[in-house]
């Protein structure tokens, strides 16, 4: 077990993506052992461990938090991931179960559109919460004192990037916990614990599993002690995947490394394209040698996502150019094979103007995708 840990660690990023997880090979089984559907397990005598109740454990949760734990902080022991039901359910079982009334929490004030809700739902428990934006590392002004720091880094949908390092090094001087939401870079663009941060936290239903059919969350963190108060939340909540969710996870990550690599190679070539374009402006991809996060990112990143943001000159020029749009949904979320592309003003919640895409770039090939987008521009400017 410690060879095949040390294995891991060492292996490359396509190696260990196609074998995250998997157990130990048995003759007659499958490489992958299929979604165990059981709501409660045989339990005779004593109450023992792992698989008792449906709600508290379940083997293919195991194997998938095996999995993405290999993925977040390969070849370390004492990382524990947990899998649940979504993104919010994973961030919101790391901000209550680590924080009580009168601790202070500080959140990104430009990161995912749902924390707005999740401040409030905190300030109702008597937690102050501070918020400052992610570019410029603004969020270390507001630390003093705080129980948690939460950051978004590349923020969703502004593509801000925050010195992850930096900030868990003030953090962690002024006893903080670090938190960092990874679903925008996924563990193969970025590794937050070995950055410094306490938890990983992140929406598997993004990149993660890439094909827009499954919501999921995890949280992968280093203390055992804030870990054991992730899992009772998840317990009390009972905000847990479904099996069936969790194994169609497991196999999409197994194509993770070719998704991320395929993807963020034809987003840097789609912001090449659209960089030319004159109704074009406020342009964002970290990836870009010239954007505002390349250089943070560029030491922090080793893949800079799918994710394209920029301005068109109205509302109307955006609808039309959406519509426009053949190779490109026009839907929300991210990180699918299947490029989409949404005028983010239309949720409200987000400080973009109204003319704001954003863009997650999918598997086309990627001069048919520039294509459809340039041909789309074109169709809309009239
Ligand atoms: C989508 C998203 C979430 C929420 O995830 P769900 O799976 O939709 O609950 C959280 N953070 C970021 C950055 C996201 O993009």
């Given at each position: 077990m410690s060879d095949a840990t040390e294995y891991e660690g060492r292996a490359g990023d396509g190696t260990r993506a196609v074998r995250a997880g998997l157990p130990e090979p048995v003759k007659h089984e499958p490489t992958l052992p299929g979604p165990v559907f059981a709501a409660h397990f045989h339990l005779p005598g004593e109450v023992t461990g792992p698989y008792t109740y449906g709600r508290d454990d379940n083997p293919t949760w195991t194997l998938l938090e095996r999995a993405v734990g290999e993925l977040e902080a390969?070849?370390?022991?004492?990382v524990e991931t947990l899998v649940f039901a979504s993104g919010m359910a994973a961030i919101s079982a790391v901000l209550f179960s680590q924080v009580r009334a009168g601790d202070v929490v500080v959140l990104p004030s430009d990161g995912y559109q749902v924390l707005p809700l999740v401040r409030a739902q905190l300030e109702a428990y008597g937690v102050e919460v501070r918020t400052a934006p992610t570019g410029g590392d603004a969020q270390l002004e507001v630390l003093a004192g705080a129980r948690l720091l939460w950051l978004e880094s590349?923020?969703?949908?502004?593509?801000d990037v925050c010195d992850i390092r930096r900030l868990v090094e003030a953090a962690h001087a002024g006893g903080t916990l670090v938190a960092v939401d990874n679903t925008l870079a996924t563990p193969l663009g970025q590794r937050p614990l070995e950055l410094g941060a306490d938890f990983s936290v992140a929406s598997?239903?993004?990149?993660?599993?890439?094909?827009?059919?499954v919501l999921l969350g995890y949280v992968a963190g280093r203390d055992a002690e804030a870990m054991a108060a992730v899992r009772r939340w998840r317990k009390i909540v009972g905000a847990i995947s479904g099996p069936m969710e969790a194994w169609l996870a497991h196999r999409s990550i197994a194509t993770l490394h070719l998704r991320v690599d395929r993807q963020s190679a034809t987003a840097l070539r789609v912001a090449e394209a659209l960089r030319?374009?004159?109704?074009?402006?406020g342009l964002r991809y970290p990836g870009l040698p010239d954007d505002p996060s390349h250089k943070i990112a560029s030491r922090q990143m080793s893949r800079y996502g799918c994710v394209v943001s920029f301005t068109l000159p109205s509302r109307v020029h955006a609808e039309r150019f959406l519509e426009a749009l053949r190779l490109v949904e026009d839907a929300t979320s991210f990180g699918g094979v299947r490029s989409t592309a949404e005028r983010r003003g239309r949720w409200g919640g987000d400080a973009v103007s109204e003319g704001f895409i954003r863009l997650s770039v999918g598997a086309e090939d990627p001069e048919d995708l520039v294509a459809d987008l340039l041909r789309a521009l074109d169709a809309s400017a009239g």
């Amino acid at each position: 077990m410690s060879d095949a840990t040390e294995y891991e660690g060492r292996a490359g990023d396509g190696t260990r993506a196609v074998r995250a997880g998997l157990p130990e090979p048995v003759k007659h089984e499958p490489t992958l052992p299929g979604p165990v559907f059981a709501a409660h397990f045989h339990l005779p005598g004593e109450v023992t461990g792992p698989y008792t109740y449906g709600r508290d454990d379940n083997p293919t949760w195991t194997l998938l938090e095996r999995a993405v734990g290999e993925l977040e902080a390969p070849g370390r022991e004492d990382v524990e991931t947990l899998v649940f039901a979504s993104g919010m359910a994973a961030i919101s079982a790391v901000l209550f179960s680590q924080v009580r009334a009168g601790d202070v929490v500080v959140l990104p004030s430009d990161g995912y559109q749902v924390l707005p809700l999740v401040r409030a739902q905190l300030e109702a428990y008597g937690v102050e919460v501070r918020t400052a934006p992610t570019g410029g590392d603004a969020q270390l002004e507001v630390l003093a004192g705080a129980r948690l720091l939460w950051l978004e880094s590349p923020s969703n949908p502004g593509l801000d990037v925050c010195d992850i390092r930096r900030l868990v090094e003030a953090a962690h001087a002024g006893g903080t916990l670090v938190a960092v939401d990874n679903t925008l870079a996924t563990p193969l663009g970025q590794r937050p614990l070995e950055l410094g941060a306490d938890f990983s936290v992140a929406s598997g239903t993004k990149q993660l599993t890439g094909h827009g059919d499954v919501l999921l969350g995890y949280v992968a963190g280093r203390d055992a002690e804030a870990m054991a108060a992730v899992r009772r939340w998840r317990k009390i909540v009972g905000a847990i995947s479904g099996p069936m969710e969790a194994w169609l996870a497991h196999r999409s990550i197994a194509t993770l490394h070719l998704r991320v690599d395929r993807q963020s190679a034809t987003a840097l070539r789609v912001a090449e394209a659209l960089r030319e374009r004159p109704e074009v402006s406020g342009l964002r991809y970290p990836g870009l040698p010239d954007d505002p996060s390349h250089k943070i990112a560029s030491r922090q990143m080793s893949r800079y996502g799918c994710v394209v943001s920029f301005t068109l000159p109205s509302r109307v020029h955006a609808e039309r150019f959406l519509e426009a749009l053949r190779l490109v949904e026009d839907a929300t979320s991210f990180g699918g094979v299947r490029s989409t592309a949404e005028r983010r003003g239309r949720w409200g919640g987000d400080a973009v103007s109204e003319g704001f895409i954003r863009l997650s770039v999918g598997a086309e090939d990627p001069e048919d995708l520039v294509a459809d987008l340039l041909r789309a521009l074109d169709a809309s400017a009239g």
